[in-house]
């Protein structure tokens, strides 16, 4: 995965996980499942 440093030091990464207008009950599983896979 590809990351940028912010200019106060902050490793990001350039893939970004949305979730924007999903439901509730699906977007609690994505992110449980997001972070199962390692994604922070």
Partial sequence: M???TL???V???V???GV???KK???EQKVIE???S???
């Fill in 2 to 4: 590809e990351y940028k």
């Fill in 7 to 9: 200019n106060n030091g």
């Fill in 11 to 13: 490793i990001m990464p």
């Fill in 15 to 17: 893939l970004g996980f």
């Fill in 20 to 22: 924007y207008q999903i």
């Fill in 25 to 27: 009950e699906e977007c």
């Fill in 34 to 36: 997001a972070i199962q």
């Fill in 38 to 40: 390692g994604y922070r």
